[in-house]
């Protein structure tokens, strides 16, 4: 009876250990060096979600990058006027290393030259 009942307590504990899948987690970083913390994702979340967000007016660029265990989980990347919005998914363990591939700094160059031209328009108007 005792065997009978060691050999229950052992596959009740293998069974309890599921698979997790683990993500780096983060919110509203400005570096992706702070967003190395590792998170086993609860049941179902089957996806790592990286957002990253960038806005630059006047030569100043922000970023925010949030990273986290996702439901479900589409790929986007949406360049607006002053800025970008970016998902990025994957799903292997720790595979949201790199949010950096995602931000763009390509803004603020426009700004500068954008900014230089006017400035050799005007200049050379007067």
């Known amino acids: 009876m005792a065997a009978y009942t060691s050999i229950l307590l052992l ?3 293998c069974i309890g250990t599921a698979y997790s899948l683990q993500c780096y987690t983060c919110l509203g970083e400005s570096s992706n060096n702070n967003c190395k913390t590792p998170t086993n ?3 179902g979340y089957n996806y790592c979600q990286t957002d990253v967000s960038t806005a630059s007016a006047v030569g100043i660029t922000v970023t925010s ?3 986290q265990c996702a439901l479900s989980c589409t790929a986007t990347n ?3 006027y002053v800025g970008s919005v970016s998902t990025s998914c994957c799903s292997t363990d ?3 290393t790199s949010g950096a591939n995602s ?3 390509s803004f603020s ?3 500068l030259l954008l900014g230089t031209i006017v400035m050799l328009i005007s200049g050379s108007l007067l």
């Open 41 to 43: 994702c609860s049941s």
């Open 78 to 80: 949406t360049n607006i």
């Open 94 to 96: 720790l595979c949201n």
């Open 109 to 111: 160059a426009i700004f």
């Open 65 to 67: 990058i949030t990273k």
């Open 103 to 105: 931000i763009k700094s």
């Open 11 to 13: 596959a009740a504990l």
